[in-house]
């Protein structure tokens, strides 16, 4: 029987960074927290304590592929390409990159209701998508 890994969802932003956790083999995930993105150094930080409390064994990070050639977009994936780089150099972790086309949109309509940042629930999106493929 195959061990149900714990995985970490990210959705990269230039001022949130949202958290989420699944399992691979049940495939469950659920929001876990946002992270202020001060600086990468205070990102690395935050996520290695998530990473050794949780026992993560991968990370899913978001990219952010334009569904049009919009420049801003570009930006984005510019800057979620880098810091991918950045994780990878600083941590001893798999790293998979994940498709988040339209996660935010839906994320914005999850939580229509309530109130208050959508990362968490967005980086729950992404995550949910990556293991209902694999």
Do not use: W
């Amino acid at each position: 029987m195959t061990q149900d890994k714990k995985i970490l969802g990210i959705d990269y932003g230039d001022i949130r960074i949202g958290i989420a956790i699944g399992f691979s083999e049940s495939k469950v995930s659920s929001p876990y927290s946002i992270i202020e993105n001060k600086n990468n150094k205070f990102v690395l930080e935050e996520l290695k304590i998530i990473l050794n409390q949780e026992e993560i064994e991968e990370i899913v990070i978001g990219i952010p592929y334009s569904l049009s050639s919009n420049k801003e977009k570009s930006d984005q994936l510019k800057k979620t390409k880098k810091f991918i780089e950045f994780l990878k150099g600083s941590l001893g972790i798999k790293i998979t990159e994940e498709d988040e086309r339209l996660s935010t949109r839906l994320a914005e309509n999850l939580t229509r209701e309530k109130r208050g940042h959508k990362d968490d629930i967005a980086a729950q999106v992404i995550l949910q998508n990556y293991l209902e493929r694999c």
